[in-house]
């Protein structure tokens, strides 16, 4: 494919940045471990039952295991509310009420050296060596760092044309597999650090 730039202009929304959380490494690995708890949990819970039942236990040792049983509930059910889509939209408003530049219009450019970001005058580039791997959403198009953590997204409905789409997707793809060992030239105000759990909004870091 011939080498070539695209576009998009858009001003990011809080779906953005939710679709964006969804992504996030550390989320699966919460759900999973929301799941290996709930089976935990019963196992224990069934075990003091049946333990409460047939060997006539003391008033303290069955106040005990319904401590214990207590314990484990409560912290299975904190486990699963930290899993659910509602907490992700919770720590997405988190993140978009601290972060003031979420109202300015953004512009990404894709190029076959770097992924360039102009936010307010402000210009930050980044080189595809900075990324690993593409994910698509129907919403966006979201590129994974190192560590695997989702670090840019390019909402889709910033393309000047809604049949751009497969060819940014083609660029992505193709700029990420020839990936040079050229580091990026964003300055640290407009590359805040990131986190699996609450990755920083755009300015080429997400969107």
């Not at 059910?77 to 720590?91: C, M």
């Not at 953004?106 to 360039?116: C, F, S």
């Not at 060596?129 to 994974?144: G, I």
Request: glycine residues 4%.
């Amino acid at each position: 494919m011939q080498q070539q730039t695209l576009t998009l202009r858009y001003v990011p929304d809080i779906d953005d940045l939710l679709d964006m959380l969804a992504f996030s490494a550390a989320r699966r690995r919460l759900r999973s471990h929301a799941m290996f708890q709930a089976v935990l949990t019963l196992t224990v819970v069934w075990a003091l039952l049946v333990l409460v039942a047939t060997a006539a236990p003391t008033w303290t040792a069955t106040f005990l295991a319904l401590v214990l049983a207590s314990g484990f509930v409560i912290y299975t059910l904190r486990t699963f509310v930290r899993s659910t889509s509602w907490d992700l939209r919770r720590r997405a408003r988190r993140v978009w009420r601290r972060s003031p530049t979420l109202r300015q219009t953004h512009e990404e450019e894709i190029g076959p050296y770097a992924l360039t970001s102009r936010v307010e005058g402000r210009s930050s580039s980044y080189a595809w060596s900075n990324f690993t791997e593409l994910r698509e959403s129907d919403r966006q198009f979201v590129l994974l760092d190192h560590a695997g953590k989702p670090s840019v997204a390019l909402p889709k409905r910033g393309l000047s044309d809604a049949a751009l789409v497969p060819v940014c997707r083609a660029l992505l793809t193709e700029y990420l597999a020839g990936t040079s060992p050229t580091g990026s030239t964003a300055t640290p105000a407009d590359c805040p650090p990131t986190s699996a759990d609450e990755p920083e909004p755009p300015h080429g870091r997400s969107a």
